[in-house]
């Protein structure tokens, strides 16, 4: 590949100023990697609906088909928390998933060895622990129809979602899964709630029929959502690969984000079928969201947004180099004990989102 066509999309609240740190990475790749990028920068969510009028221009969806790769930051303001379901911020990420057809949601929950304190849970509970989280983001409940609120003859209001998930659907994202095992610990957990929805039912049956197909050297195991969310809490170690649909996916990451000492920590790529050109849409963001309780105080964690950008450089570009160098630069910094307000623990440095990007830049330069 010659010129890497990449596509910022900042977004709203922590999203500019975290963005803002990954400026200093790419600018370091130019200066002493010699890897330039053709960046283009353009607005998505509240920020877009405030210039636009809409959450996400077309022009923007066709700029991101066009690139190799999106970065992308945070949408959500609650300035617009009044407006319909269709002009509110969260459509921006949404559609891009949509619209690329970017149906796997890869969450690496990683603990680095110098945060073991900053989890709410026991340190021996989550030692080590690296798992990794596959969501379908495409389909389920999320975009399923019919959806809606309607109004009953009583004059009484009803909300309706409806989860809904294909063979096909399901298939390729258990491919996804049960392929990222092979190259880890070869052992993958398919959650769903097979016991109350056939959506479920249906899942556990695609993903069972796969395994025996094409995977039956993969270990698979299945497990109730409800549980599975316990589990996470209880003995995280136990797992490897899971994979769920969209709706437990959002909420189980989550969870896990806890598990690596804060939701500032977890990157995210989502990748969806390589084309007949070879090329495969992707998408990278921070698990975390627009966090507008901190928003604007130049108090945010940046190293989720980092590592999704280490993450582009090792699925969309195969540097894996410098995906290397950099999370190496963030485990060096962590080792300082530099921390975030979202990570801190008594007795060590607390700084800015700006200080942290800093150092982590400064550790890449000692590379
Ligand atoms: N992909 C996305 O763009 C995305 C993801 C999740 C939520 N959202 C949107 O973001 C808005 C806020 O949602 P929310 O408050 O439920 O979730 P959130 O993820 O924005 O924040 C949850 C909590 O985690 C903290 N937090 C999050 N990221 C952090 C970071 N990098 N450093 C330090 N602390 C951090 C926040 O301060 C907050 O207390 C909503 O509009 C929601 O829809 C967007
Ligand atoms: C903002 C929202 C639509 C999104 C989701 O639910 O997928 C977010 O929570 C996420 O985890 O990326
Ligand atoms: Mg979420």
Same mark, same amino acid.
């Given at each position: 590949m010659s010129t890497k066509k990449l596509l910022i999309l900042p977004g709203d609240g922590i999203g500019p100023e975290v963005m803002r740190e990954v400026a200093r990475v790419t600018a370091w790749l130019s200066r002493?990697?010699?890897?330039?990028?053709?960046?283009?920068?353009?607005?998505?969510?509240?920020?877009?609906?405030?210039?636009?009028?809409?959450?996400?221009?077309d022009e923007v969806v066709e700029k991101a088909r066009a690139a190799d790769a999106v970065l992308f930051g945070s949408v959500g303001d609650p300035a617009w928390s009044h407006v319909g379901f269709d002009k509110r911020p969260e459509v921006a990420i949404l559609k891009l998933r949509q619209e690329l057809g970017l149906f796997a949601n890869l969450r690496p929950a990683k603990v680095f060895d110098a945060l073991v304190d900053a989890s709410t849970l026991k340190s021996?509970?989550?030692?080590?622990?690296?798992?990794?989280?596959?969501?379908?983001?495409?389909?389920?409940?999320?975009?399923?129809?019919?959806?809606?609120?309607?109004?009953l003859p009583n004059g009484e209001k009803r909300g309706i979602?409806?989860?809904?998930?294909?063979?096909?659907?399901?298939?390729?994202?258990?491919?996804?899964?049960?392929?990222?095992?092979?190259k880890r610990n070869n052992s993958v957990c398919s959650v769903e709630?097979?016991?109350? @929805?056939?959506? +479920? /039912?249906?899942?556990?049956?695609?993903?069972?029929?796969?395994? *025996?197909?094409?995977?039956?050297?993969? =270990?698979?195991?299945?497990?109730?959502?409800?549980?599975?969310?316990?589990?996470?809490?209880?003995n995280p170690a136990q797992f490897d690969v899971i994979v769920t649909g969209n709706l437990f996916g959002d909420l189980l990451s989550d969870l896990a984000?806890?598990?690596t000492g804060s939701l500032g920590m977890l990157p995210s790529a989502t990748l969806g079928a390589v084309q007949e050109d070879g090329r495969r849409p992707a998408l990278y963001?921070?698990?975390?969201?627009?966090?507008?309780?901190?928003?604007?105080?130049?108090?945010?964690?940046?190293?989720?947004?980092?590592?999704?950008?280490?993450?582009?450089?090792?699925?969309?570009?195969?540097?894996?180099?410098?995906?290397?160098?950099?999370?190496a630069a963030v485990a060096a910094v962590l080792?300082?004990?530099?921390?975030t307000?979202?990570? @801190?623990?008594? +007795? /060590?440095?607390?700084?800015?989102?700006?200080?942290?990007?800093? *150092?982590?830049?400064?550790?890449?330069? =000692?590379m």
């Open positions: 002493k990697r010699n890897i330039a990028f053709e960046i283009d920068e353009d607005l998505v969510g509240g920020a877009s609906l405030a210039e636009y009028g809409v959450p996400i221009r021996d509970v989550i030692k080590g622990l690296d798992i990794m989280i596959v969501r379908e983001t495409v389909g389920g409940i999320y975009f399923g129809e019919p959806r809606g609120i309607e109004t979602n409806t989860e809904v998930y294909t063979t096909s659907e399901i298939e390729r994202v258990a491919r996804v899964a049960f392929d990222l095992a092979r709630k097979c016991n109350v @929805m056939e959506s +479920g /039912l249906l899942w556990k049956e695609v993903v069972t029929d796969l395994h *025996a197909r094409e995977y039956s050297d993969v =270990k698979l195991s299945h497990m109730l959502a409800d549980n599975c969310a316990m589990q996470l809490v209880r984000s806890m598990l963001e921070p698990i975390h969201g627009s966090a507008p309780d901190i928003a604007g105080q130049g108090i945010a964690n940046p190293i989720a947004q980092i590592l999704s950008f280490a993450m582009l450089l090792r699925y969309s570009f195969d540097l894996q180099a410098e995906a290397d160098m950099i999370e080792a300082t004990g530099l921390r307000a979202d990570i @801190m623990s008594p +007795g /060590l440095a607390r700084v800015g989102t700006d200080v942290m990007g800093e *150092a982590i830049v400064r550790e890449l330069d =000692k």
